[in-house]
T-cell receptor, first 109, second 112 residues
């Protein structure tokens, strides 16, 4: 199974940068995903890492260190619409996803 | 239809009743999944199907069954609902099991 930890809540100011950490202990690893979920809505795919390093996609970047069982999602130039939950998910060797409980980010003006 | 649809949007159900949650996708994705989402626990996989005609158990399969008669549909059945099955249920699909998953809008189920 998978044990995935991420902070419950984070607050940041509009225009700032926020880093959401995710640590995992896994019986098999085949990639790490980040999803965004607005309240009352479905999760939407943000990023995917399978190799160590940084993946950049616009204002969002995701980093992975497989040896440390660690990832982070970096949100730059925060906007009010970025207020949401961010879900870290680890894929195992059978291609099934296990999700963390999610980090609720609140962006304040 | 565009993407993944789920029905009903929400439902209140008496304990002991049978209920089927419907999920349909028009993307011709091979793999489909059912999750439940509970506060503080995140998304947990109930059942999955890597291709039409096959299904597998996820992390929390007890009390649920699925079928995958064709590529597009993946219904989830609660044979005899219990209050602990109160949750938000999300269906998801991916073109292949190793690709990103796309989620439906969810079904909010309350079992009294």
């Amino acid at each position: 199974g998978q044990n995935i930890d991420q902070p419950t809540e984070m607050t940041a100011t509009e225009g700032a940068i926020v880093q959401i950490n995710c640590t995992y202990q896994t019986s098999g690893f085949n990639g790490l995903f980040w999803y965004q979920q607005h309240a009352g809505e479905a999760p939407t795919f943000l990023s995917y890492n399978v190799l160590d390093g940084l993946e950049e996609k616009g204002r969002f970047s995701s980093f992975l260190s497989r040896s440390k069982g660690y990832s982070y999602l970096l949100l730059k130039e925060l906007q009010m619409k970025d207020s949401a939950s961010y879900l870290c998910a680890v894929r195992d060797g059978d291609y099934k996803l296990s999700f963390g409980a999610g980090t609720t980010v609140t962006v304040r003006a | 239809i565009a993407g993944i649809t789920q029905a009903p949007t929400s439902q209140i159900l008496a304990a002991g009743r049978r209920m089927t949650l419907r999920c349909t996708q028009d993307m011709r994705h091979n793999a489909m999944y059912w999750y439940r989402q509970d506060l503080g626990l995140g998304l947990r996989l109930i059942h999955y199907s890597n291709t039409a005609g096959t299904t597998g158990k996820g992390e929390v399969p007890d009390g649920y069954s699925v079928s995958r008669a064709n590529t597009d549909d993946f219904p989830l059945t609660l044979a005899s609902a219990v209050p602990s099955q109160t949750s938000v249920y999300f269906c998801a699909s991916s073109s292949r099991p190793n690709n990103e998953q796309f989620f439906g809008p969810g079904t909010r189920l309350t079992v009294l």
